[in-house]
């Protein structure tokens, strides 16, 4: 196998962006260049001003400034990337089916099948093919059905290399990973085909953290680290309502049980419900294979995990509704946070759209304050839902890019993400500018409730008694 001096990746999204970034930062002798068929995503890659970039991640317009024209390259020319690269990755989104068989649960692998077919027509020697993005397990044998019946000769290796980073903090997750994994063929081929990814690794880290398995170990790993991710934290907000109910705090029950070095402290933290494009999309992943072999205990087990999140999302909308007097018609009601997390630009799965679709129905006027949410995307993300036209989403919900003047006259606050600048607000100038009693919901439970009380908030946390 040739040693790789040029890599391609096919998407530059969340994932494909900031890993090549980071493979071109640590790799100054390999030329990584990274396409997408959005030229708009692209243009904004190579936007002059390194704080354009279209994914918000602390530290990754300084990783993009450094590559940048070195050996990190941003283009539309796919069918060019692909041709001089000896390793492509695949890092296009696969979002859950929308249609037909499997609707709702099965991910569309309708990107991957074309990229997988571009690949096979356009190569023209051997090349090794790195999944990234997030696969129902088995899809690397689809992928090597499509290369090896419509290519032209040419040998393909397929790896599988599931990302672990998690956005907002995808800069030092990139940079020191607990782990990498890569996933391959047992034959001598594959086994050389593992080694040239081992290889670019291990230019920063460690070979200890570097795991090889196959390929299917490797896409079902993926799949099951962010299902038991996912499962903490529907464990521990399955509990905050039984909290809210007694004179127990979730924050010390989690507190307390994380101090176990078997349970661990992490994920453990309470919330309106989890969001991003991953935990539901691989959950719902898992359970449609399950069920698609006749696993139906296993995909009920699972499924749970998505259940118990819809739910904790409805709940929150619905105590709002109750603590309002059984009303929010015509309120005004502030979201401060629209993003799934904080330090992130990135908006899917937020609970924060089904809370607002939630408070729509019942005719709410919703405000929307988020330090890095765009308002086009806000709209975009109601309108997706389709529950209303874009028309009754405009007059049902403004954004606001002042925090103070969104609060304004407000009847209630919702904490929908965890932003940190949220804690440092002025919440007695907050205070005096809202109807009373001013209310505020933190579904983070990321404010000083006390502090608010005193100042004269009625404030209802998640997983605490008022
Ligand atoms: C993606 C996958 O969704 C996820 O399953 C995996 O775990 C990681 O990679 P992400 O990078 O967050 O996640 O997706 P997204 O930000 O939507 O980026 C994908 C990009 O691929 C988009 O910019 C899209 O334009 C591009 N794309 C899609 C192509 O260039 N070609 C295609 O054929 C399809
Ligand atoms: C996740 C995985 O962590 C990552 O390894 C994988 O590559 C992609 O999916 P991501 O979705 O970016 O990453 O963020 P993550 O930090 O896992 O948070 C997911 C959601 O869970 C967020 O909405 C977050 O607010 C929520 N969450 C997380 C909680 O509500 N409580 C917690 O204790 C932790």
Redesign the pocket.
């Known amino acids: 196998m040739t040693k790789v001096t040029k890599i391609c990746c096919i998407g530059a999204g969340?994932?494909g962006g900031p890993t090549m970034a980071m493979i071109a930062k640590k790799c100054p002798h390999i030329k990584v260049t990274v396409v997408d068929l959005n030229e708009q995503r692209i243009a904004a890659w190579n936007d002059p001003d390194v704080e354009n970039i279209p994914v918000y991640e602390p530290g990754l317009s300084g990783v993009v400034a450094e590559a940048r024209g070195r050996n990190l390259f941003f283009s539309t020319d796919v069918e060019g990337a692909i041709n001089e690269a000896q390793m492509i990755f695949i890092s296009v989104n696969t979002p859950t089916k929308t249609y037909g068989a499997g609707k709702g649960q099965a991910a569309d692998l309708k990107w991957i099948e074309l990229c997988a077919r571009q690949i096979a027509r356009v190569a023209k020697d051997n090349k090794i093919i790195v999944e990234k993005s997030?696969l129902p397990v088995r899809t690397a044998s689809a992928i090597k059905d499509i290369l090896t019946h419509t290519g032209n000769g040419s040998q393909f290796q397929i790896l599988s290399n599931?990302?672990?980073?998690?956005?907002?903090?995808?800069v030092e997750?990139l940079d020191a990973p607990d782990r990498v994994l890569i996933g391959g063929d047992s034959t001598p081929e594959g086994q050389a085909a593992i080694q040239a990814l081992v290889d670019i690794y291990a230019n920063w880290i460690p070979k200890d953290r570097i795991l090889t398995t196959n390929v299917w170990s490797s896409e079902l790993s993926?799949l099951t680290?962010?299902a038991f991710?996912?499962q903490?934290?529907s464990s521990?907000?399955s509990l905050t309502e039984l909290c809210e109910k007694t004179e127990a705090d979730i924050n010390e029950v989690a507190r307390a049980i994380g101090t176990d070095s078997r349970i661990g402290p992490?994920?453990?933290?309470?919330?309106?419900?989890?969001?991003?494009?991953?935990?539901q999309k691989?959950i719902l992943n898992l359970v449609y294979i399950a069920r698609s072999y006749g696993l139906h205990e296993v995909a009920d087990y699972w499924e749970q995990v998505i259940i118990m999140n819809d739910h904790q999302k409805k709940r929150f909308a619905n105590q709002m509704i109750r603590e309002l007097y059984n009303t929010v018609n015509g309120k005004k009601i502030t979201f401060l946070g629209w993003a799934?997390?904080?330090d992130?630009n990135?908006t899917r799965?937020?609970?924060a759209i089904y809370v607002a679709d939630h408070l729509l129905h019942e005719q709410a006027n919703i405000m929307i304050y988020d330090p890095k949410v765009l308002e086009g995307q806000i709209y975009f993300d109601l309108d997706y839902l389709g529950t209303r036209t874009p028309q009754e989403n405009k007059d049902g919900v403004k954004v606001i890019n002042d925090p103070y003047e969104a609060c304004s006259g407000a009847h209630a606050i919702a904490v929908l993400?965890?932003w940190d600048e949220f804690k440092d607000y002025d919440w007695q100038k907050i205070y005096d500018s809202m109807l009373k009693p001013a209310k505020i919901f933190d579904g983070?439970n990321l404010l000083n409730a006390n502090k608010l009380r005193a100042i004269g908030f009625q404030v209802q946390s998640i997983g605490t008694k008022v």
């Open positions: 969340y994932v997030t599931p990302e672990f980073l998690a956005e907002g903090t995808a997750d993926k680290a962010n991710l996912a903490r934290v521990i907000n992490k994920f453990l933290k309470a919330s309106v419900g989890f969001g991003g494009s991953c935990f691989d799934f997390k904080k992130t990135d799965e937020s609970a993400t965890e983070r």
